[in-house]
C-alpha cells in the first residue's frame, strides 16, 4: 500500500510537499526491486536540479541505479543518516528520506503521480 499523502514519480520516488520544500526518498516498490540498498550518493546542501536531473545514486547487492530530482530547485538538507545506515532505506523506505528540496517551480509538483495512480503504474 502507498502512502495517500505522498506524491510518486514514474522512476518510484516518493515526494512529501509541505510549503515550498519536497522531501525526496525512495518507494517500497522500489526498494523491493533494488534488493538490499549497500550505499547511497546524495548531493551537498546547495546543489540545484531541474526535474528529472539525476541527483545521486543508489547502489544495493544488484544493482546500481540513479536517483531523479522529482521538482526543480535546491537541495537544502541531506539524510546524512543514510550513509551510516543505508539498509533504512529497505526497512522504513517511506521515512527515509534522502534529500529536501526548496522548489523553484512549485507547480511542478501538480504533475506527480497520487497514490492511485502509482498503484496502477506498479500493477
Excluded: C
Aim: proline share 6%.
Amino acid at each position: 500500500m502507498h502512502p495517500s499523502d505522498l506524491k510518486y514519480t514514474k522512476d518510484h520516488e516518493w515526494v512529501r510537499i509541505a510549503g515550498d520544500q519536497a522531501r525526496v526518498g525512495i518507494t517500497d516498490y522500489a526498494q523491493k526491486q533494488l534488493g538490499d540498498v549497500v550505499y547511497l550518493e546524495l548531493p551537498e546542501p546547495g546543489r540545484s536540479f531541474k526535474k528529472g536531473d539525476v541527483f545521486g545514486t543508489i547502489e544495493s547487492v544488484k544493482a546500481v541505479s540513479e536517483l531523479y530530482s522529482p521538482v526543480s530547485g535546491e537541495v537544502v538538507e541531506v539524510n546524512t543518516q543514510l550513509a551510516q545506515r543505508p539498509e533504512s532505506v529497505n526497512t522504513a523506505p517511506h521515512d527515509a528520506w534522502m534529500i529536501v528540496v526548496k522548489m523553484t517551480t512549485p507547480a511542478e509538483a501538480d504533475d506527480l503521480l497520487d497514490a492511485a495512480a502509482y498503484t496502477q503504474l506498479t500493477r
